[in-house]
C-alpha cells in the first residue's frame, strides 16, 4: 500500500497497515559559494586579515584568516626560511634544546571560520580551533530559527566562545553571536605553531597570485 508523503508506514497484524504522521526536516542549503559568505563575514566578526582558500586541517573544512607580521617575516626572508608544513620538523621547534633557534611565527592568525549547513557540523570543525584563539560559525538563518539552536547550540557556543554569523536566503548577513573573549585557551603547542606555517605558506600563495594578476593588468 503506498504511503502518503508526510506519513510513516506501521503494520499490524498480516495486512491491517496505518500510518502516523511523520516530519521531515527541510534541508537548509547555503545562499552563496562558502568562500564569499566567509570573505563577508569576516569583517562582522572584527577580524582583520586575508580569507585563505578553504582548507582542510585534522580532517575539517575551515577557512583560516591571517595576517603577515612584517618583522618575523623580514626575519624569515633574512634567514632564508620559506614556510615549513612538515610537522614532524615543526614539533621539533618547541624542544628546549631548540627553542631559541627556531623561526618566528611569521603570520596573526585573527581567527578561524567554518561555513555549514547545520551548527553541529560547523561546531565540530571550529571547536577545536577555539582553544587556542577566536572561532567562528557561518549558518544559514534558518538553521538559527529553532528550539534545537537555541535551546542546544546557544549554550555551547558560549562556553566555547564561538561566534555566529548568519545568512538569510538571499545571502545578506548578520552577526548573531560575537566571539566570546572568556574563553579559556591553550598556550602554544606544536598543533597552533604547525597551522601558523600552513597559514604562511598559503598566505604567500595568495600575495603571490596577487601580484601576478596585477602584473597582467598592468601589462
Known amino acids: 500500500m503506498a504511503v502518503p508523503p508526510g506519513q510513516t508506514a506501521t503494520t499490524s497484524g498480516s495486512s491491517g497497515v496505518r500510518s502516523i504522521p511523520g516530519r521531515t526536516a527541510p534541508r537548509l542549503e547555503l545562499p552563496s559559494h562558502p568562500a564569499d559568505l566567509?570573505?563577508?563575514?569576516?569583517?562582522?566578526?572584527?577580524w582583520q586579515g586575508t580569507v585563505?582558500?578553504?582548507?582542510?586541517?585534522?580532517?575539517?573544512?575551515?577557512?583560516?584568516?591571517?595576517?603577515?607580521?612584517?618583522?618575523?617575516?623580514?626575519?624569515?626572508?633574512?634567514m632564508g626560511l620559506r614556510p615549513v608544513t612538515d610537522r614532524t620538523t615543526v614539533a621539533t621547534w618547541l624542544w628546549p634544546e631548540l627553542e631559541r633557534s627556531a623561526p618566528p611565527p611569521a603570520v596573526h592568525i585573527a581567527g578561524v571560520l567554518a561555513v555549514a549547513r547545520h551548527w553541529r557540523t560547523g561546531m565540530a570543525a571550529t571547536v577545536p580551533f577555539a582553544r587556542y584563539g577566536e572561532a567562528a560559525l557561518v549558518l544559514p538563518t534558518a538553521a538559527a530559527m529553532?528550539?534545537?539552536?537555541?535551546?542546544?547550540?546557544?549554550?555551547?557556543?558560549?562556553?566555547?566562545?564561538?561566534?555566529?554569523?548568519?545568512?538569510?536566503?538571499?545571502?545578506?548577513?548578520?552577526?548573531?553571536?560575537?566571539?566570546?573573549d572568556d574563553r579559556l585557551t591553550l598556550g602554544e603547542d606544536a598543533v597552533w605553531r604547525w597551522v601558523h606555517e600552513v597559514a604562511y605558506e598559503q598566505l604567500l600563495a595568495c600575495e603571490a597570485a596577487g601580484f601576478a594578476a596585477q602584473g597582467m593588468r598592468n601589462d
Open 52 to 78: 585563505l582558500p578553504q582548507l582542510t586541517l585534522f580532517g575539517r573544512r575551515v577557512f583560516v584568516v591571517a595576517r603577515l607580521r612584517p618583522d618575523a617575516h623580514a626575519e624569515r626572508i633574512a
Open 146 to 180: 529553532s528550539h534545537d539552536y537555541v535551546d542546544n547550540f546557544l549554550p555551547r557556543a558560549r562556553m566555547y566562545g564561538l561566534g555566529v554569523v548568519t545568512a538569510d536566503e538571499v545571502a545578506n548577513l548578520d552577526l548573531d553571536l560575537a566571539c566570546g
Open 38 to 46: 566567509a570573505e563577508r563575514a569576516v569583517p562582522l566578526l572584527g
